[in-house]
């Protein structure tokens, strides 16, 4: 069974940075993709950033240039660097992984509060 574990929410100030972390353990297979997405309180879940195992990354327009995803393999673990962090972020943040296009799994999510 995967599970994920996520780490590293919290509240911060508009201008601020934080760095969020997921690491999967269990049964995983070699070629994936992680990712962070995020939910606000009324909205519907949408992509931040995706990586794949082989270091293609994705990002949102919203996060560009402000957000930076990387992975390492050795640890299955993703990582989500956000710097110059806006109100708008503010989210619960959930980790995914997915491979073959059925075997996804998500993380149970960390609450990002920025704060103008």
């Given at each position: 069974q995967v599970q994920l574990v996520e780490s590293?929410?919290?509240?911060?100030?508009?201008g601020g940075s934080l760095r969020l972390s997921c690491a999967a353990s269990g049964s995983i297979f070699g070629f994936n993709t992680m990712g962070w997405y995020r939910q606000a309180l009324g909205n519907q879940r949408?992509?931040?950033?995706?990586?794949?195992?082989?270091?293609?990354?994705?990002?949102?327009?919203?996060?560009?240039?402000r957000f930076t995803i990387s992975r390492d393999n050795a640890k299955n673990t993703v990582y989500l660097e956000m710097n110059s962090l806006k109100p708008e972020d503010t989210a619960v943040y959930y980790c995914r992984l997915s491979w073959l296009v059925r075997n996804t799994y998500w993380g149970q999510g960390t609450q990002v509060t920025v704060s103008s």
């Open positions: 590293g929410g919290g509240s911060v100030q508009a949408e992509l931040v950033a995706t990586i794949s195992s082989n270091g293609i990354t994705n990002y949102a327009d919203s996060v560009k240039g």
